[in-house]
């Protein structure tokens, strides 16, 4: 037999036998994929982080100054008086008390509110606030007024009045320095008095009491513009 080849291509078989041989060796190792594959699942975004919008902090109301005589000076020592007369007195609590009856009088002034201002006011500044609320009424005026800030609260007169029988009577003159909105409006609502705008006031209020009766308070007993 002849086994010439003749012009057959044999480096082409021996090429085709090596890739079939590769191709085998490459499922033996890598295995064979059955089936259909699962689709590839979306990537979740990842969470944004909502904006944070920084503001400013309000500014905080001003703080009231209570300004408080010494005890070396005149009123400070009529206030160490008064101590040793109302053991429950001193003056850095009565400047507080001061400035909390300081705005549910001007409150109730402004609402017509009596039953209140009996309770705050002394029998003859009673008289005198019912009178005024009562014209205001009659004209058929009403008073906006809105206190934004007290500033200021200083004690500036005392004395103690020791003539009135066993329990003397106590007299203490604060100024108050406020911003306030008061303006008296009449029917139509028109501005009669007073400007709608804030404003700052500077009051001279007296309180007085009745020392070493329990159960009494200081009440308002003569008011003016400083």
């Known amino acids: 037999m002849n086994f010439s080849f003749g012009h057959f291509p044999l480096d082409l078989i021996v090429l085709g036998l090596v890739a079939v041989f590769l191709v085998l060796r490459?499922?033996?190792?890598?295995?064979?994929?059955?089936?259909?594959?699962?689709?590839?699942r979306p990537m979740a975004a990842p969470p944004v982080a909502p904006?944070?919008?920084?503001?400013?902090?309000?500014?905080?109301?001003?703080?009231?100054?209570?300004?408080?005589?010494?005890?070396?000076?005149r009123v400070g020592g009529v206030l160490a008086r008064i101590g040793a007369l109302q053991p429950d007195f001193t003056p850095d609590g009565f400047a507080k008390g001061a400035e909390a009856a300081f705005r549910q009088i001007v409150t109730a002034y402004a609402a017509g509110d009596l039953n209140t201002l009996?309770?705050?006011?002394?029998?003859?500044?009673?008289?005198?606030?019912e009178a005024a609320i009562q014209s205001r009424q009659q004209a058929g005026e009403t008073l906006r007024s809105e206190i934004r800030d007290?500033?200021?609260i200083a004690i500036i007169g005392a004395d103690v009045d020791e003539t009135t029988g066993p329990n003397p009577v106590a007299h203490?003159?604060?100024?108050?320095?406020?911003?306030?909105?008061?303006?008296?409006?009449?029917?139509?609502?028109?501005?009669?008095?007073?400007?709608?705008?804030?404003?700052?006031?500077?009051?001279?209020?007296?309180?007085?009491?009745?020392?070493?009766?329990?159960?009494?308070?200081?009440?308002?007993?003569?008011?003016?513009?400083?």
């Open 118 to 129: 009996r309770t705050l006011l002394t029998a003859a500044t009673f008289t005198a606030f």
């Open 150 to 152: 007290i500033t200021d």
């Open 172 to 226: 203490i003159e604060v100024r108050i320095v406020s911003d306030q909105i008061s303006v008296t409006m009449d029917g139509n609502g028109q501005p009669v008095a007073g400007v709608d705008a804030v404003t700052e006031f500077s009051d001279l209020w007296v309180f007085e009491r009745v020392l070493g009766v329990s159960g009494g308070g200081w009440r308002l007993g003569a008011s003016r513009s400083a």
């Open 51 to 73: 904006t944070v919008v920084e503001t400013a902090p309000e500014p905080p109301p001003p703080s009231v100054t209570y300004d408080i005589p010494t005890p070396d000076t």
């Open 26 to 40: 490459l499922r033996s190792i890598l295995g064979r994929r059955v089936g259909a594959e699962p689709a590839a």
